[in-house]
C-alpha cells in the first residue's frame, strides 16, 4: 500500500472517531449478521504505509460527493470460514466463492457504511478482489486512509478507508 | 413456483437460494446482472424476483421498471445495501413489492420468502 503521507497516530481525534464510527459499526453488523461472528476493533492506524496486509482483499471505489475507497483484507482461513457459513460447505482452497465471499463483504460494509456518513450523494462501485501473499493495494497521492483493525473468532482483518481531500 | 435470483454476487445468488430452497422452492432461475435478468423474464416468467440493485450493465431499478413496463405485477423483492430513504421511495415508485437491506439476518430474509412464497 502506498500513501502520499505516513502519519500515525494514538489516539483518535473527534472527528476522526465520527468518520470511522459508520465503517465500525456497518463491519460489526455485517459479521454478526451475516455470517454469527463477533468481530471486536482492537486498533485503528492512520495513514501508515507500514501497516501488514492479509491475504484477500475486496475493494469498492466511492465516488460523487466524495472520491476514494474501501478495502476489506481477511487472511485465507478468515475468507474460507465466511464462505462455508455462507454456503454450508467449507471450500478446501481459495476459490470462486471465496473470492466472491470478499467480495461481497467489502461490497456490503461500503454500501452500508456510506449511507451512514450524513454525507448525501456518495455512490459504491462493484467490488474488485486481489489476493496472494504481499499483494499490493495502491489508494491515491493524497488520500486520507484510517485503517480499523479487528479480531474476529478465525483470525484477524482489517477494513481501509481511503478519501481524498478529506482534513481531520 | 419458479424465481429469478439476480445479483452480481455469486455467493449472495447462494444464499438467496439455500433460504429458497429451505421454504421448498427449488425452480429457480440466476441471473448475474440486470439485462440477464430482464432477458431471463422475457424469456419464461417467473412468480417471483429477487434482485441486487447495484450490478454490471442494467440496475436492479432498471429491472423492476423495464419488467413493470411489461405490464407484469409479479412481486419483486430488491435486496441490496442502498438504504437511504430516497432511494426506498424510488424503488417503490418504480415497482418493487418489497425491500430487504444488507447486511440482512438469515430470519428476516426467511419472513420476506414466507411471505411470498406462501401467497
Given at each position: 500500500m502506498s500513501t502520499s503521507t505516513q502519519e500515525k497516530r494514538t489516539e483518535l481525534s473527534d472527528s476522526q472517531k465520527k468518520f470511522i464510527a459508520p465503517f465500525v459499526k456497518m463491519t460489526k453488523d455485517v459479521f454478526s449478521m451475516m455470517l454469527g461472528w463477533q468481530v471486536d476493533l482492537i486498533g485503528v492506524l492512520t495513514n501508515d504505509s507500514s501497516a501488514s496486509r492479509h491475504d484477500c482483499s475486496g475493494i469498492v471505489g466511492l465516488s460523487g460527493a466524495i472520491r476514494g475507497s474501501v478495502v476489506i483484507s481477511v487472511d485465507q482461513e478468515v475468507a474460507i470460514s465466511a464462505a462455508g457459513s455462507f454456503i454450508g460447505e467449507r471450500p478446501d482452497s481459495i476459490n470462486s466463492d471465496v473470492i466472491d465471499t470478499v467480495g461481497e463483504l467489502a461490497n456490503m460494509i461500503g454500501g452500508a457504511s456510506k449511507d451512514k456518513m450524513?454525507?448525501?450523494?456518495i455512490s459504491v462501485g462493484l467490488p474488485t478482489v486481489v489476493t496472494g501473499k504481499d499483494h499490493r493495494v495502491s489508494f491515491e497521492p493524497g488520500a486520507h486512509v484510517e485503517m480499523l483493525q479487528f479480531s474476529s473468532p478465525h483470525g484477524p482483518l482489517t477494513v481501509e478507508i481511503a478519501v481524498v481531500g478529506l482534513v481531520l | 413456483m419458479k424465481v429469478l435470483v439476480a445479483d452480481d454476487s455469486g455467493i449472495m445468488r447462494k444464499i438467496i437460494i439455500r433460504s429458497l430452497n429451505a421454504v421448498g422452492v427449488s425452480d429457480i432461475v440466476e441471473a448475474a446482472d440486470g439485462q440477464e435478468a430482464i432477458d431471463a423474464y422475457k424469456a419464461e416468467p417467473v412468480d417471483l424476483i429477487l434482485t441486487d440493485w447495484?450490478?454490471?450493465?442494467?440496475s436492479g431499478l432498471d429491472v423492476v421498471t423495464e419488467i413493470r413496463a411489461l405490464g407484469s405485477t409479479v412481486p419483486i423483492i430488491m435486496v441490496t445495501t442502498e438504504a437511504q430513504k430516497s432511494q426506498v421511495i424510488a424503488a417503490i415508485q418504480a415497482g418493487v413489492s418489497d425491500y430487504l437491506t444488507k447486511p440482512f439476518e438469515a430470519d428476516d430474509l426467511r419472513a420476506k420468502l414466507d411471505k411470498f412464497v406462501a401467497a
Open positions: 450524513g454525507i448525501s450523494g | 447495484n450490478m454490471p450493465n442494467k
